[in-house]
């Protein structure tokens, strides 16, 4: 499980759902997300997927790779960034295993979109 948290911590930055919450997580980025305007990105993003609307996928996939790119941590916090990710992974795996399961798919899924949609 390690590696998934190693790989996961060098990933592009994307907003991920954990249960009823949603993080950007990735290189150098953990951060809970709130705001309205970037949660309603990631529902029409949600929306162009199950629309299979590939000019759409792309436009919010996009989208939300750079809202997410901006909670990017400051390099000198590289390490308590890291650490936060980490135990927040393993709680979640201890405490509900679904959802770290979950994360886990959400990561393949994101990860299989960039690579047919961000050339």
């Given at each position: 499980?390690s590696?998934?948290?190693?790989?996961?911590f060098?990933?592009?930055?994307?907003?991920?759902?954990?249960?009823?919450?949603?993080?950007?997580?990735?290189?150098?980025?953990?951060?809970?997300?709130?705001?309205?305007?970037?949660?309603?990105?990631?529902?029409?993003?949600?929306?162009?997927?199950?629309?299979?609307?590939?000019r759409?996928?792309?436009?919010?996939?996009d989208?939300?790779l750079?809202?997410?790119?901006?909670?990017?941590?400051?390099?000198?916090?590289y390490?308590?960034?890291?650490?936060?990710l980490?135990?927040?992974?393993?709680e979640?795996?201890?405490?509900?295993?679904?959802?770290?399961?979950?994360?886990?798919?959400?990561v393949?899924e994101?990860?299989?979109?960039?690579?047919?949609?961000?050339?």
């Amino acid at each position: 499980m390690s590696d998934f948290k190693e790989s996961l911590f060098e990933r592009k930055s994307f907003i991920y759902q954990v249960g009823n919450s949603y993080y950007a997580i990735g290189g150098n980025t953990f951060a809970g997300i709130t705001d309205s305007p970037e949660l309603d990105n990631i529902e029409l993003f949600r929306n162009a997927l199950k629309k299979e609307n590939d000019r759409q996928i792309a436009k919010y996939l996009d989208k939300i790779l750079r809202i997410a790119n901006t909670y990017r941590a400051d390099a000198r916090e590289y390490y308590k960034v890291k650490d936060r990710l980490f135990r927040f992974l393993d709680e979640l795996e201890q405490r509900d295993l679904k959802e770290y399961q979950a994360l886990q798919a959400q990561v393949f899924e994101v990860d299989a979109l960039i690579e047919k949609y961000q050339q």
